[in-house]
C-alpha cells in the first residue's frame, strides 16, 4: 500500500481551513474528493497542520495512502485537473515510507504573516494581508517579539478552543521587518497552540502602534490567561510557508528563503 506525500499551495479565502467541517468546504474536502475521483478510492489526507478559516498555504505538506502504485507525477496533474477552479494546487507529489507521516513526522512548521501598512485601500492584496493604517514601527514590534522566543506557557496567546494538551510550547524564532509599505512576520516552532501566530502578531501591532509597551507583552505572557490578550490578528494575513521532516530538504524553499536571513 503506497504512501504519497504532497505539497501542497492554496487560497484559503473560501475555505473553513485545511480539516473538514461540517459548516462550510474545506481544503481536505477538496483533496480527497479529487483523491477518490482520480482513483476510486476513499482516503483521509492528514496535513502538517490545520488551519483556520481564511488561513493560506505556500508548502503545506500532506499525505495519503493508496491500495495500488500510480505513478506520482500521473497523479499530481491528475489531482490537478480535479481540484480546478479551487484555489488547491498540488506542488509535488511523491511516494515516501510507509511511517513518515505528515503531522507526526514533522519538525518544524514555519509561518509568515503579512501586514501592509499604508493609508491607501487594498486591491491584489485583498484578502491576503492585514491591512493597518496607522503607521507601524516593525523595529520595534521585533525587539518586543524577542521575548516571545523561547519555551514559554503561551496560555495567553491560546485560543479556548486550542486541544493541545499543554500550553508550553518553544517557539524557535519570531522575526519582524519592513519591506516597505509591507511588515512581514516570521515564526518558527516544532508545533504551534490555536491561533498562537494571530495572537502574538495582534498584540505585537499594538505595540508596534505604541499602543502596548513592551512591558505590556510580558505581562500579558506572565498573565497566563487568555483574557489579557490584547488582539488577534485576522486571518487572512497568516501563510503556511513550510514543514521540515528528518532527512529532508525544506520544501517550498523559494518560499522560505526569507527565514534564512
Known amino acids: 500500500m503506497p504512501r504519497f506525500a504532497l505539497t501542497l499551495e492554496w487560497d484559503g479565502t473560501p475555505f473553513v481551513g485545511y480539516q473538514r467541517q461540517p459548516n462550510g468546504p474545506s481544503v481536505q474536502q477538496a483533496l480527497e474528493a479529487a483523491v477518490l475521483a482520480v482513483t476510486g478510492e476513499t482516503v483521509g489526507v492528514h496535513a502538517a497542520g490545520r488551519t483556520d478559516t481564511g488561513v ?47 503531522r507526526f513526522s514533522c519538525v518544524e512548521r514555519a509561518y509568515e504573516y503579512r501586514i501592509i501598512n499604508r493609508r491607501a485601500p487594498l486591491t491584489v492584496d485583498r484578502g491576503r494581508a492585514w491591512h493597518i493604517i496607522r503607521p507601524v514601527d516593525a523595529d520595534v514590534m521585533h525587539e518586543a517579539a524577542q521575548m516571545l ?79 489579557k490578550l490584547g488582539l488577534n490578528a485576522p486571518p487572512e494575513g497568516l501563510y503556511f510557508i513550510s514543514a521540515k521532516y528528518p532527512g529532508e530538504h525544506d520544501h517550498g524553499d523559494e518560499q522560505a528563503h526569507r527565514f534564512d536571513t
Open 56 to 102: 493560506h498555504a505556500k508548502a503545506m505538506r500532506a499525505h495519503f495512502d493508496l491500495g495500488r502504485a500510480f505513478d506520482p507525477d500521473r497523479l499530481c496533474g491528475a489531482l490537478n485537473a480535479l481540484l480546478r477552479p479551487q484555489p488547491v494546487a498540488v506542488l509535488a507529489c511523491v511516494v515516501v515510507a510507509d511511517d513518515w507521516h505528515a
Open 149 to 227: 522566543v523561547g519555551c514559554h506557557d503561551f496560555t495567553t496567546f491560546r485560543s479556548v478552543h486550542c486541544q493541545s494538551k499543554s500550553p508550553v510550547k518553544t517557539l524557535d524564532r519570531l522575526d519582524v521587518w519592513r519591506e516597505g509599505d509591507r511588515v512581514l512576520i516570521a515564526a518558527q516552532a516544532r508545533s504551534f497552540l490555536h491561533h498562537q501566530v494571530r495572537s502574538m502578531v495582534g498584540c505585537l501591532s499594538l505595540v508596534g502602534r505604541g499602543h502596548w509597551s513592551q512591558g505590556d507583552l510580558a505581562e500579558a505572557l506572565a498573565a497566563k490567561d487568555r483574557c
